[in-house]
């Protein structure tokens, strides 16, 4: 059981931060955590969430409400315990120097921070692009400010930060810049046009995958995703894949 160390904390529309004293083993830039998200079995199975922070004892994550489980979490209130298992799965390469590029979108914003915290202390230099829909959807940009060597934010309409996907700026961004990886995480269609650029430019790429998990530890192969290796399973073979052996179009 993990204990809340504060009420959840709305950080945007919709999305709320969720903070618990952790005594379990540290968590990887990447991994997630399975939450039950009640008491009853109604919902029965457990929600996968990417690990967004991890320091002093403290694991945060960030959830966007989307459906009861999600709505469910922002109902808790200090001291409540829930029952989280993790860390879970694969996490991303934590290169030692040079320069990553992490693109994200939406909620898949959220494993990125924890990620450019790490890279950031290997001495890696690190450029963020964060997309999002709209202004009242951005969380904790200020965060990612204090860490990131710089931080392109874009919106779908402009509202924030430039207007237009991460995709459409990130040919921009490469030419302006050397980098030795990307890593992305957001929607399948986001990362599949980010693995295509990055592909295209000869860049490393791994994506974080959040396609609907069953049990998230690998034995009801709910969540598999097929590559040009076979079919893997996204929560015990990822969520963090080699983006450029994913058949993409499998997962539209
Ligand atoms: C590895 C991993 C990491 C994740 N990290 C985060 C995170 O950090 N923060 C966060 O808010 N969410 C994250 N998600 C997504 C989150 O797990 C789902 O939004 C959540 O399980 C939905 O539960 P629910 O009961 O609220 O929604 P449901 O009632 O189950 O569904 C509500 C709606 O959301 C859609 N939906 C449900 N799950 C997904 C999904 N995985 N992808 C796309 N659409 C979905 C359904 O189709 C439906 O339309 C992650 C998912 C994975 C696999």
């Known amino acids: 059981m993990a204990q809340l160390i504060a009420d959840p904390r709305e950080v945007a529309r919709g999305h709320h931060e969720l903070a618990f004293a952790w005594d379990g083993a540290a968590p990887l830039p990447g991994q997630f955590i399975s939450i039950k998200v009640n008491e009853g079995s109604d919902p029965l199975i457990r929600r996968p969430f990417s690990v967004y922070d991890f320091r002093e004892g403290v694991l945060r994550i960030v959830v966007k409400s989307v459906g009861r489980g999600t709505r469910e979490l922002s109902r808790y209130a200090k001291g409540d315990a829930l029952d989280v298992l993790g860390p879970l799965g694969r996490g991303f390469s934590v290169r030692e120097g040079g320069s990553v590029l992490l693109v994200g ?9 924890f990620l450019a915290r790490a890279l950031v202390a290997k001495g890696t230099a690190v450029t963020c692009v964060y ?62 046009a980010v693995t295509e650029i990055a592909v295209s430019r000869k860049v490393p790429v791994e994506v974080s995958l959040e396609n609907y998990f ?14 040009v290796n076979g079919n893997r399973r996204a929560c015990v073979d990822g969520p963090v894949m080699d983006g450029s052996v994913i058949r993409w179009d499998s997962l539209d």
């Open 214 to 227: 069953g049990c998230g530890v690998g034995l009801c192969y709910g969540c598999t995703v097929d590559t």
């Open 105 to 113: 979108g939406g909620v898949g914003n959220a494993p990125l921070y």
């Open 131 to 192: 997309g999002s829909r709209d202004a009242g959807q951005v969380y904790l940009s200020h965060e990612f400010l204090e860490v990131c060597d710089r931080l392109v934010i874009t919106t779908d309409d402009g509202s924030a930060g430039q207007q237009g996907t991460v995709a459409d700026l990130l040919p921009g961004v490469l030419d302006g810049g050397a980098f030795d990886m990307i890593c992305t995480c957001g929607p399948a269609l986001m990362m599949k």
